[in-house]
């Protein structure tokens, strides 16, 4: 899968930034991700929620060792994401599929991850399997000023009961000084399948939208990054029709909202794989002001797919499909059964 490329020659520097060929300009980046961690539950039966269906859960031996290599597996992935360009990791990252604070504080503080002394957003949320969603951030490049968590209220279209399901994450801060705010999504899943769930992730768009707009009647100017495992492709209509996202950055309006991976998808990419179908579920979007031209704050450089070789199975059922960490009852030693996704963002500098 090859990322989104803009029309010019990129060097690397050692300071961090990029320097455009035909421009001569010199660039500060940074790393804006997102990543669906796959079930990062402890090994601890919480009676208050139903964690004993979760795979770590299931094993019937070993399941400390499991968890701490589960830990570090993914700690190797956000240790290596925009390591290329940046020679860091991500400034900040949405996760999703997290059980509690304890399991991020273990991930955050894995000798990988040490370092970059990432400082944490959570909040727990009524989800019935027990997960949740959560922001990390070095804390040297990123500042929280607000945080709110947003109740996501749906319905049984049968039953008429309460659905419970994961809250919207809002973080607005700092990115340095460069007032910017996430929000992070883990909308409904299809179970029961996409049309008959389909009205619960028009629902969480319609939250998630509600949300962008109160950002913007502060600020119609500002810089918001929407990112999630929305379990909807960049085509569907919770993110075409209720979102309005589109994918030509040049026809974007003030109050627009952006999304690079709806290019990547009718390129046939995707980020998670279902009987030998690639969905593109995981993505960031973006509203106008982070696609101006007036580089003197961060701007969006170029979006991307985080899909390593290593990252890949290589072998039986899921061959050629993100290596899942848990598979026909046991731990496969991989990673996640989604690719993350990542924006670079970029600051003009004098040198």
């Known amino acids: 899968m090859n990322n989104f490329k803009r029309g010019f020659t990129i060097f690397l520097l050692s300071i961090c930034t990029i320097t455009f060929a035909q421009s001569k300009k010199?660039?500060?980046?940074?790393?804006?991700?997102?990543?669906?961690?796959?079930?990062l539950f402890d090994t601890i039966n919480d009676p208050n929620k139903f964690d004993e269906s979760?795979?770590?859960?299931?094993?019937?031996?070993?399941?400390?060792?499991?968890?701490?290599?589960?830990?570090?597996?993914?700690?190797?992935?956000?240790?290596?994401?925009?390591m290329e360009v940046t020679h860091n990791s991500p400034a900040i990252i949405g996760i999703s599929?997290?059980?509690?604070?304890?399991?991020?504080?273990?991930?955050?503080?894995?000798?990988?991850?040490?370092?970059?002394?990432?400082?944490?957003?959570?909040?727990?949320?009524?989800?019935?399997?027990?997960?949740?969603?959560?922001?990390?951030?070095?804390?040297?490049?990123f500042t929280p000023t607000a945080s709110t968590s947003n109740e996501l209220k749906i319905y049984d279209d049968q039953s008429g009961k309460r659905v419970?399901?994961?809250?919207?994450?809002?973080?607005?801060?700092?990115?340095?000084?460069?007032?910017?705010?996430?929000?992070?999504?883990?909308?409904?899943?299809?179970?029961?399948?996409?049309?008959r769930s389909r009205p619960k992730r028009e629902a969480a768009a319609k939250l998630t939208k509600h949300l962008v707009d109160s950002l913007q009647v502060i600020n119609p100017y500002a810089k918001v990054f929407i990112m999630g495992d929305?379990?909807?492709?960049?085509?569907?209509?919770?993110?075409?029709?209720?979102?309005?996202?589109?994918?030509?950055?040049?026809?974007?309006?003030?109050?627009?909202?952006?999304?690079?991976?709806?290019?990547?998808?009718?390129?046939?990419?995707?980020?998670?794989a279902y009987r030998d179908a690639w969905s593109l579920f995981d993505q960031i979007m973006m509203t106008k002001p982070l696609l101006d031209k007036d580089y003197s704050s961060f701007r969006l450089y170029k979006a991307g797919i985080y899909n390593k070789n290593y990252l890949i199975g290589n072998k039986g059922q899921y061959k050629?499909?993100?290596?899942?960490?848990?598979?026909?009852?046991?731990?496969?030693?991989?990673?996640?059964?989604h690719f993350p996704v990542y924006v670079y963002v970029i600051k003009e500098v004098d040198l």
Not at 26 to 39: G, M, P, Q, S
Not at 116 to 131: E, L, M, T
Not at 167 to 177: A, C, H, Y
């Open 26 to 39: 010199t660039f500060k980046v940074h790393t804006i991700a997102f990543y669906n961690l796959e079930n």
């Open 54 to 82: 979760s795979p770590i859960m299931e094993l019937k031996t070993n399941r400390s060792e499991v968890y701490k290599k589960k830990v570090q597996n993914m700690a190797k992935v956000i240790a290596d994401i925009g």
């Open 97 to 141: 599929e997290v059980e509690n604070r304890e399991v991020i504080e273990d991930l955050v503080n894995d000798s990988l991850l040490r370092d970059k002394d990432y400082g944490i957003v959570h909040y727990h949320s009524p989800d019935a399997r027990g997960i949740d969603v959560a922001l990390l951030y070095q804390k040297k490049l």
């Open 164 to 195: 419970y399901t994961r809250d919207q994450l809002v973080v607005s801060g700092l990115l340095e000084d460069d007032p910017i705010s996430v929000i992070v999504n883990h909308w409904p899943s299809r179970s029961g399948g996409e049309a």
């Open 230 to 272: 929305l379990n909807d492709d960049p085509t569907n209509t919770s993110i075409k029709k209720i979102l309005k996202a589109e994918n030509d950055r040049d026809k974007i309006k003030l109050k627009g909202i952006y999304n690079p991976y709806e290019t990547f998808f009718k390129d046939g990419l995707g980020t998670t």
């Open 320 to 337: 050629g499909y993100p290596l899942r960490s848990f598979a026909n009852g046991g731990f496969t030693d991989g990673y996640s059964d």
